[in-house]
């Protein structure tokens, strides 16, 4: 087979910029190693910048999300027992952040996918990349057991943190920054009504706790638990009773609980490999970078990359420009390292870290004090927290 772009993984970032690509009329084909069932089956964060908004809508792939996104204005920080309501929209010069899960990105993008005609092979095994180094790089796989090679200009790496993009990078010029962090988070969804209309993130003296939603009868708790836990150590009593320790006693009072649908332990880890592009392989989303979900900007920090990508290679078939595909790495390097930043900090301003003991403790409550009452602080959290522009 031919084609102009092979695209390794269909996460958000692989379908996302096959849909662009081919509403630009370039040929592509996406190689997913599951079966569209099992990535439906995944559950993420849900919380859009605009910046992943526009470029749903550009994908002309919003209309759901646009109906359907629940807009939030501002967000709740909970320390010492005390509710703070950070006024986003206020700060930001009216910009938003939008709920809509991520299974449900995945989703949409999917159904225009197959409307389209889009070529997605979903069950391609044994993935490898060839060639990289000449003009015409390879990509072979297996289906049901047959072998197939895709002939191409350019090669995607879309394929999440565990693919083969990434490692086919020679290792002497790859280089990567790593930090694990001592806990990670287990999280609850059900139907019930959310404890509170904006998301409440709460430091409190032995664990964080998160309270978000997917929809108005649907809602998302994480608390921070031992890196050791396992789904089997938290009952959804333990959990409710737990999440209720955090919140303020008028909060908790309003807290629906219900049984579970769906719980998973999620460990935390910051990650950034550089170069993003090597020849003729780019490296886009979580194959390139990870964040602490602490922030959500997992998500919105794979649309920038394919924002960057998308322009590079629609510049270079449409016009036969290639400082864009030059610039690929370093354009999104700029913007990953902010939120790498970004979501480092508010995961060590709310987290307990048993290693930094009480004076750790008594330094992220004055940090969390300043930030209550100074609007120069709130103002710098909050122009992250919607998003750094794309550029
Ligand atoms: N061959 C083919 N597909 C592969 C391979 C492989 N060897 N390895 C992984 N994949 C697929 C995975 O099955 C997955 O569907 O690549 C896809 C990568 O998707 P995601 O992990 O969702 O990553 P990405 O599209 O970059 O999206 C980033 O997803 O993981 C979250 O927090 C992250 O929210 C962020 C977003
Ligand atoms: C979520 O809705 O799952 C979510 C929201 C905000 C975060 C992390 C996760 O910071």
Redesign the pocket.
């Known amino acids: 087979m031919k084609t102009q772009v092979a695209i390794i993984g269909a996460g958000p970032a692989g379908l996302l910029l096959s849909q662009l690509l081919d509403l630009q009329g370039i040929e592509n084909i996406v190689l997913e190693r599951q079966s569209g069932d099992y990535v439906l089956g995944r559950?993420?964060?849900?919380?859009l910048e605009q910046g992943m908004v526009d470029m749903m809508n550009l994908a002309q792939c919003g209309d759901r999300l646009n109906r359907e996104g629940l807009i939030h204005r501002g967000i709740n920080l909970c320390f010492s027992g005390n509710l703070h309501n950070i006024d986003l929209s206020a700060l930001t010069g009216g910009k938003t952040v939008m709920?809509y899960?991520?299974t449900e990105v995945t989703r949409d993008l999917m159904a225009a996918r197959q409307k389209m005609g889009g070529n997605l092979i979903y069950e391609a095994k044994d993935v490898a990349i060839h060639n990289l180094d000449d003009d015409h790089p390879r990509v072979t796989y297996t289906k049901d057991g047959q072998a197939f090679e895709i002939v191409c200009d350019y090669i995607a790496g879309c394929d999440g943190f565990h693919g083969v993009s990434r490692q086919s990078i020679p290792a002497e010029t790859l280089k990567t920054y790593e930090k694990i962090y001592p806990f990670g988070w287990i999280?609850l969804l059900a139907d019930t009504k959310p404890v509170s209309d904006e998301?409440i993130?709460v430091h409190h003296e032995k664990s964080f706790a998160?309270c978000?939603?997917?929809s108005a009868s649907r809602s998302?708790y994480?608390i921070q638990c031992p890196l050791d836990d396992t789904v089997a150590d938290w009952s959804d009593d333990r959990f409710w009773s737990k999440l209720s320790q955090h919140l303020p006693a008028e909060t908790a009072a309003q807290l629906e609980t219900g049984p579970s649908i769906e719980k998973s332990i999620a460990p935390l880890r910051s990650f950034v490999a550089e170069p993003m592009r090597y020849g003729r392989l780019f490296l886009a989303g979580d194959a390139a970078h990870i964040v602490p979900?602490?922030?959500?900007?997992g998500l919105n920090l794979a649309a920038s990359d394919i924002y960057f990508l998308s322009n590079a290679l629609i510049a270079f078939y449409k016009t036969n420009q290639t400082d864009l595909i030059e610039r690929y790495s370093e354009n999104c390097l700029r913007r990953v390292w902010k939120a790498t930043r970004f979501s480092w900090w508010?995961t060590s301003l709310l987290h307990h870290f048993p290693e930094n003991g009480a004076f750790g403790t008594k330094l992220q409550l004055a940090e969390l004090d300043y930030l209550a009452e100074s609007t120069a602080a709130q103002t710098a959290l909050s122009e992250n927290y919607v998003g750094l522009p794309f550029r």
């Open positions: 559950i993420r964060a849900g919380l709920i899960g991520q999280g998301l993130y998160l978000t939603m997917r998302r994480y979900p602490t922030g959500a900007k508010m």
